[in-house]
């Protein structure tokens, strides 16, 4: 199980203690939120354009003059080639993403560990317990999403 992109996000300093503390080199963490933060970058460009592209032609259907018309779509030809080239480049920063973030531990699957419902919690929310790498962890879900994988304490 990978973790959540948000724990980068919001405290990268609590993933850079865990990997310290697993002896590995927190370098890793820095490198994932460059590459989440140029993703969401492509994603903000990519949709800019497409929305650009989408209010052209409707502009272009409504246009009366065969010349506007002409150099309004081979400028939309230009734009469908950027927006091409920048959806490539999308697909491959998600890909390093995935790559990188799928080399950092996150703890085991609920399908191999037990779980334990919390009594002083919401029902829906449940504490994970297991072992991994040999160390007794905990990994608290609210819902189905994970929030911070912690040594066992007790």
């Known amino acids: 199980m990978m973790l959540d992109i948000k724990l980068f996000r919001e405290t990268p300093e609590l993933v850079r203690e865990g990997l310290a503390r697993r002896q590995m080199d927190a370098a890793v963490v820095d490198e994932v939120v460059a590459l989440d933060e140029r993703r969401r970058r ?29 150099a309004k779509i081979s400028a939309m030809r230009l734009l469908g080639d950027e ?22 531990p996150g703890g085991k699957t609920k399908n191999d560990i037990g779980l334990v419902r919390l009594k002083s919690r ?5 504490l994970v317990r297991g072992e991994y790498a040999g160390v007794e962890v905990e990994q608290l879900f609210v819902g189905i999403h994970p929030l911070l994988l912690l040594p066992q304490v007790g």
């Open 122 to 126: 919401l029902p829906e929310d449940l």
């Open 42 to 70: 492509l994603i903000l460009d990519v949709e800019a354009k497409k929305a650009e592209r989408n209010a052209v032609s409707k502009e272009i259907g409504r246009m009366k003059s065969k010349e506007e018309r002409e």
């Open 83 to 104: 927006i091409s080239a920048l959806d490539e480049s999308l697909k491959q920063t998600e890909s390093n993403l995935y790559d990188v973030m799928a080399g950092i």
